[in-house]
């Protein structure tokens, strides 16, 4: 009788599930095991329509244990036989606490006590191939909530009001013309520095400079210096120095650096130093040339600072 019960059991659970053997063990309530080859599906729910079941799959020698459903549908994930928690969709995407499903929120890496308190909560750190990039980099939200690193460029302008004279020796005075809306030495031949401050916040990154001035002056040229100087020592350092001979009959000049990387520190002053330079840029050889009226021959019109977040 019992020989005649175990082949019964055999036959039916072939005839429904395809399946190879069926072993039942010999405890109390004892539960079914199907064994299949790999890459066959195992147990099978059905209404005719949608199919879903189990599957063993080997790929490259690594076995892996599915459930999924053999027919194109979705297949939902759910707990207290309530609405979906999980939604897999055929289209590939994946919904996590449908809007439509049971509400709730997702944690990533809490105790299994622990209730999210957002929408996600992760505890610990958060990697995005989406939001790599070279350097620390600040993170924006666009208008639709999503996510973005971008390095943002900004510029600051020291206007000619901006610079004074750094050793005020040599007679002369220095004024801001009306005219031409830049700041002179008022003096024929006449060396002497100008010096401006450029005031950024610690940690941005300067990547450019540029100058703009009036030089029509034959003879003598303009250089400009661009300085850190650490406030608890005693020198600086110049990053950036831009000359170019530009006598003759020019009147409207700019210069422009090549791409910088200065970092302002906190512990120092940038500042940018006009000097008055010969024909071959060599400093102590110039003079500042104004011979007043309408005839200004040199003249600074201000310095552009471009530079980045960090």
């Known amino acids: 009788m019992k020989k005649s019960i175990l082949f019964s059991l055999l036959i039916a659970s072939y005839t429904a599930f395809s399946q190879t053997s069926v072993t039942i063990s010999a405890d109390t309530q004892p539960p079914t095991v199907s064994k299949t080859d790999v890459n066959k599906a195992g147990f099978e729910h059905t ?24 027919t194109n549908h979705s297949m939902a994930l759910s707990t207290n036989a309530g609405a979906a928690q999980v939604l897999l969709n055929t289209n590939g995407n994946t919904i996590i606490n449908p809007r439509d499903g049971k509400t709730g929120n997702v944690g990533i890496g809490l105790l299994s006590t622990d209730a999210p308190a957002q929408k ?58 009306s005219a031409y809306s830049g700041c002179e030495i008022v003096g024929t031949n006449i060396n002497e520095d100008l010096v401006a401050p450029i005031i950024l916040p610690a940690g941005v990154v300067i990547t450019k400079v540029e100058a703009f001035f009036i030089d029509s002056d034959a003879t ?45 520190d906190a512990g120092e002053a940038i500042f940018v130093l006009v000097l008055p330079v010969n024909s071959t840029g060599e400093y102590g050889y110039g003079r ?3 011979t007043g009226g309408s005839t200004n021959l040199m003249s600074v019109k201000g310095i552009r600072v471009t530079y980045q977040l960090p």
């Not at 350092?237 to 700019?254: E, M, R």
């Open 220 to 264: 003598n040229n303009l250089r400009f210096v661009f300085l850190s100087s650490p406030l608890d020592v005693g020198y600086s350092t110049t990053f950036a120095s831009l000359f170019q001979n530009t006598n003759n009959d020019i009147n409207v000049n700019s210069l422009a650096s090549g791409t910088l990387s200065h970092t302002v």
């Open 288 to 290: 500042w040339n104004y």
């Open 120 to 177: 996600l909560s992760v505890a610990g750190n958060i990697l995005s191939s989406g939001l790599a990039g070279t350097g620390n980099r600040p993170v924006y939200a666009n208008a639709s909530g999503t996510l973005y690193a971008e390095t943002r460029t900004f510029t600051m302008v020291v206007p000619p009001q901006g610079f004074q004279r750094r050793n005020n020796t040599g007679g002369g005075s220095l004024t801001t013309s």
């Open 47 to 70: 209404n005719g329509v949608l199919r879903m079941n189990t599957y063993i799959k080997s790929e490259s020698s690594v076995l892996t244990g599915w459930l999924q459903t053999a």
